[in-house]
């Protein structure tokens, strides 16, 4: 039987099949077009995640540049690129899960107040983008439609195949239509349902917003968690203590 991890590779395979290689092997490095392409994002999985009392999959913007060709390294084929990302991301979770938190607010510093060191709580981490552009978002990169395409599809095998109970997206307000285009809210189309809000709490909607999407899983909407607004920290407080840790860790 495979393993969820196998799964996933698989899943990614077959998103990444048509994908032309110049976007993985850095060959085009020198072309303007691809000469600031990060390494590809590919979340893994561990057994920690999969065991958890409650998994929740928390999707952001955290837009590093993922090394995953270098020089001592390079591109050798499609499975072992995606393998290697795989590794590296999983690698980045847990050290920066286990790390101390970082100074002011952070997206790192919001997972690690999710993560639980007795494991009833697991975390996986996904990012509505999967590449970066200039080592930032790749929204005004010239192929970014294609880009677009290609994160949506991983995206969507890692909700379908890690099954988490809960989804917080965090990729703030400057790509919330991406996440729309993504998991449309409105009309025939729409994948969302039982949408709600927390205004009878103190909470506005533009900070906090709820879900379910594919008629299954329990989402919510927040702003970026490095937003330092009063509202932004509010609705973060709100989230973690009233509808995540504390009803969560009950039996």
């Known amino acids: 039987m495979e393993s969820t991890q196998e799964r996933l590779a698989s899943a990614y395979h077959c998103a990444l099949g048509t994908l032309p290689t110049h976007w993985l092997d850095q060959s085009r490095k020198h072309d303007v077009d691809f000469a600031h392409l990060s390494g590809l994002f590919l979340p893994g999985t561990c057994t920690k995640f999969e065991q958890a009392s409650k998994r929740i999959m928390v999707v952001g913007r955290e837009t590093r540049r993922w090394d995953v060709v270098k020089p001592e390294n390079p591109y050798r084929d499609l499975d072992e690129y995606i393998h290697r990302a795989m590794d590296i991301q999983q690698k980045y979770l847990f050290e920066h899960l286990k790390a101390k938190a970082d100074r002011g607010e952070s997206f790192f510093n919001f997972l690690r107040k999710l993560h639980q060191p007795d494991g009833s709580i697991g975390i996986a981490w996904a990012n509505l983008f999967s590449f970066a552009w200039r080592s930032g978002s790749p929204m005004s990169w010239r192929h970014f439609e294609a880009l677009k395409a290609i994160s949506k599809s991983l995206l969507v095998a890692q909700l379908t195949i890690l099954k988490p109970d809960i989804v917080i997206f965090a990729n703030g307000a400057s790509s919330a239509r991406i996440r729309q285009e ?7 189309s729409s994948v969302c349902a039982d949408l709600g809000d927390y205004r ?5 909607v533009s900070q906090l ?4 999407l594919f008629s299954s899983v329990q989402c919510y ?11 932004s920290r ?11 840790l504390h009803s969560l860790m009950s039996p």
């Open 182 to 188: 993504y998991f449309p809210h409105r009309g025939e």
């Open 200 to 204: 009878e709490q103190g909470i506005p």
């Open 209 to 212: 917003w709820r879900f379910r």
């Open 221 to 231: 909407r927040i702003q970026h968690p490095s937003s330092v607004s009063t509202d």
């Open 234 to 244: 509010a609705a973060r407080r709100f989230l973690l203590d009233e509808l995540l």
